[in-house]
T-cell receptor, first 111, second 118 residues
Framework: EDKVVQSPLSLVVHEGDTVTLNCSYE??????LLWYKQEKKAPTFLFML????IEKKSGRLSSILDKKELSSILNITATQTGDSAIYLC???????????FGQGTRLTINP | NAGVTQTPKFQVLKTGQSMTLQCAQD?????MSWYRQDPGMGLRLIHY???????DQGEVPNGYNVSRSTTEDFPLRLLSAAPSQTSVYFC?????????????????FGPGTRLTVT
């Protein structure tokens, strides 16, 4: 059974801290790993990773894929209250015909 | 572009009633999908379509039907609503890479429909 697992499920930190969110996957015929941010509405796209070891960055957010460890991390540096959200990762499976999502990590940034 | 639109935003049904959740996209995306989101469970794929006339089941298809007669529209039908179908439903669309095994690109999500079945 294809599976994506995220950890931690919930995280509370202070503004300015750096956080690392984890995503591991066990899927057939892996094609890609995607990260999304979800505030009070629909998920919005952050990154898509297909190659191991190549970091993708967008401002204070960065992500990297490790195909040997079947995992990915999402880093957020100098966190702000606006970073509070649920972060979802998803893996493309079975010839990339569909995505399997993890449970999400609920990140809360306190001022 | 409107992107991905969903109607209605909210719906309350009684057990046994039927209804259709509407989804449309104006980006000429081949791939469309329906997810449900329940607390602590992330997004679970219900049905998806890789093009007009082609649909397939996802992780949790029971109790739901779909069809794809045009590229733009992908309605989700609940034939006989049950309380277990109380959830938030998201429709999404994306490009696909070339070939039958092309990688999915980023998925664009609609605003969601909050469904309550009593």
């Amino acid at each position: 059974e294809d599976k994506v697992v995220q950890s931690p499920l919930s995280l509370v930190v202070h503004e300015g801290d750096t956080v690392t969110l984890n995503c591991s996957y066990e899927v057939t015929n892996f094609r890609s790993l995607l990260w999304y941010k979800q505030e009070k509405k629909a998920p919005t796209f952050l990154f898509m990773l297909t190659s191991s070891g190549i970091e993708k960055k967008s401002g204070r957010l960065s992500s990297i894929l490790d195909k040997k460890e079947l995992s990915s991390i999402l880093n957020i540096t100098a966190t702000q209250t606006g970073d509070s959200a649920i972060y979802l990762c998803a893996s493309g499976v079975q010839g990339a015909q569909k995505l399997v999502f993890g449970q999400g990590t609920r990140l809360t940034i306190n001022p | 572009n409107a992107g991905v639109t969903q109607t209605p935003k909210f719906q309350v049904l009684k057990t046994g009633q039927s209804m259709t959740l509407q989804c449309a996209q104006d980006m000429n995306h081949e791939y469309m999908s329906w997810y449900r989101q329940d607390p602590g469970m992330g997004l679970r794929l219900i049905h998806y379509s890789v093009g007009a006339g082609i649909t397939d089941q996802g992780e949790v298809p029971n109790g739901y039907n779909v069809s794809r007669s045009t590229t733009e529209d992908f309605p989700l039908r609940l034939l006989s609503a049950a309380p277990s179908q109380t959830s938030v439903y998201f429709c999404a669309s994306s490009y696909r890479g070339p070939g039958t095994s092309g990688s999915l690109y980023e998925q664009y999500f609609g605003p969601g429909t909050r469904l309550t079945v009593t």
